[in-house]
């Protein structure tokens, strides 16, 4: 095996370990406000990943991704409210809400491709959010859904009230879901999406039904996106129209775009860049209440200097030199 297959290998597990074990040592070393906004940056990782599977692995650039997203977001907070404060029930009714409502929409959208899908996946985002703040009676209107209690994270356990301890909860169902998504990007299934999106119609020529495996990825997709809005009520306790909007699918999209479209780990890096741009170098006092330009800066310069995006990045040679091993 040459070095430089043997040195990408280890600096790949090492790069693994290192971000393990700073995630988990996180909340020990930070502050709460800090610890609050690393949990809000992997719950946008989990709606970024979900934006990938259908835009890097089957090439159907998405901007929609936010009306799944609020749509498990809402129906956490109803559970929560109204059912049970358990964190796993939560993630699952939200998951499996927000995929019964990506089957409707998704099987129009697929039929589409290109620029077409793109703008119908953008209607869908507003149809979400007009009815986020329309239906009054079920969503609160604007003024959004407040007083949720903390999550239980399994029956018999106390509420998380510390910043920390949800966290630890958000932390694992990401780990979990971010093992399940690698799972499925190594499978056949996967194999095939990524044809879809090199060259669909030799696909069906030879005997894919390529519209049934789009439609499936993007409601695997819109679950994933569910499960998401459901972590983040359990940080935020609050839910909001806003949360289904525009601004929400475009951040994520882009956070895609600049960590690099067919990479999980690439579209969890952009989320943290995004979002780290947006509510940290955005609230500086040089640049405050800028931080839609340092956005734009930054994804003209991630254009121009990373192609391939965050996950295109690679070792210099000096230090992947061949040898024999």
């Not at 290998?9 to 906004?37: H, I, K, N, Q």
């Not at 956490?76 to 049970?84: E, G, L, N, R, W």
């Not at 170098?281 to 991630?302: H, S």
Request: net charge positive; charged share 10%; proline share 5%.
């Amino acid at each position: 095996m040459s070095t430089h297959v043997w040195a990408g290998s280890v600096a790949r597990r090492l790069s693994v370990a290192a971000v393990l074990v700073g995630l988990t040592l996180a909340p020990f070393v930070l502050g709460p406000y800090a610890v609050g906004t690393l949990s809000r940056i992997l719950v946008f990782a989990l709606l970024a990943m979900s934006v990938n599977l259908l835009t890097g692995l089957t090439g159907l650039p998405t901007l929609g991704q936010s009306a799944y997203f609020g749509v498990g977001a809402y129906t956490a907070a109803i559970v929560a409210t109204k059912v049970t404060n358990v964190g796993v029930l939560q993630l699952v009714i939200a998951a499996g809400v927000s995929a019964l409502v990506a089957v409707p929409t998704g099987w129009l959208a697929v039929r589409a491709r290109g620029v077409v899908f793109l703008m119908l996946t953008l209607a869908i985002g507003e149809i979400a959010y007009s009815a986020a703040v329309n239906w009054k009676s079920l969503t609160n209107g604007t003024d959004g859904m407040s007083g949720i209690p903390p999550v239980v994270p399994l029956p018999g356990m106390p509420a998380l009230e510390l910043d920390g301890l949800v966290y630890f909860y958000v932390l694992a169902v990401f780990l979990v879901l971010f093992a399940v998504i690698a799972h499925l990007t190594a499978t056949p299934f996967a194999l095939a999406l990524r044809g879809i999106r090199d060259n669909e119609k030799r696909m069906q020529a030879i005997g894919y039904p390529t519209q049934r495996y789009a439609l499936t990825v993007y409601c695997g997709a819109g679950a994933l996106a569910g499960a998401a809005g459901a972590l983040w009520v359990s940080v935020q306790r609050f839910v909001s129209p806003g949360d289904a909007g525009f601004e929400i699918a475009a951040l994520a999209l882009l956070a895609v775009i600049i960590g690099g479209t067919g990479s999980m780990w690439g579209a969890c890096a952009g989320a943290a860049l995004v979002w780290l741009t947006r509510d940290y170098l955005g609230n500086l006092e040089a640049v405050a209440g800028r931080g839609p330009l340092l956005l734009g800066l930054l994804f003209v310069i991630a254009v121009y200097t990373l192609p391939r995006g965050l996950a295109g990045v690679r070792l210099p040679p000096r230090l992947t030199r061949k040898r024999t091993a």
